[in-house]
Nanobody, 120 residues
Framework: VQLQASGGGLVQAGGSLRLSCAAS?????MGWFRQAPGKEREIVAVISRAGGSTYYLDLVKGRFTISRDNAENTVYLQMNSLKPEDTAVYYC?????????????????WGQGTEVTVSS
């Protein structure tokens, strides 16, 4: 599975961005992760294969929404009310077969990352 993430950029605090991740090949559970400079990669949101189950990092609940379009084999991350602390490189990833998991080790396929910078 190959993943191509896009949609990052520079935005002012309070603004919005929509990240997209186009996948080639069959996918199961998918998720968005982020890594800020000097910090470990963390889970942001994950979604089950059918889209019926989701999980969010507490820090983004109510502001971010993960969704997927299986017909287009694409997963999205709508980010609203962005804060400077959301600044990071955002990665999309797909599991190796798990339909829904929050364990980063289960995500075997990773996109190249898209940079999000939120200015104050």
């Amino acid at each position: 599975v190959q993943l191509q993430a896009s949609g990052g950029g520079l935005v002012q605090a309070g603004g919005s961005l929509r990240l997209s991740c186009a996948a080639s090949g069959r996918t199961f559970g998918m998720g968005w992760f982020r890594q800020a400079p000097g910090k470990e990669r963390e889970i942001v949101a994950v979604i089950s294969r059918a889209g019926g189950s989701t999980y969010y990092l507490d820090l983004v609940k109510g502001r971010f929404t993960i969704s997927r379009d299986n017909a287009e084999n694409t997963v999205y991350l709508q980010m609203n009310s962005l804060k400077p602390e959301d600044t990071a490189v955002y990665y999309c990833a797909a599991t190796g077969g798990s339909v829904f998991t929050t364990r980063i080790s289960e995500y075997k396929n990773w996109g190249q990352g898209t940079e999000v910078t939120v200015s104050s």
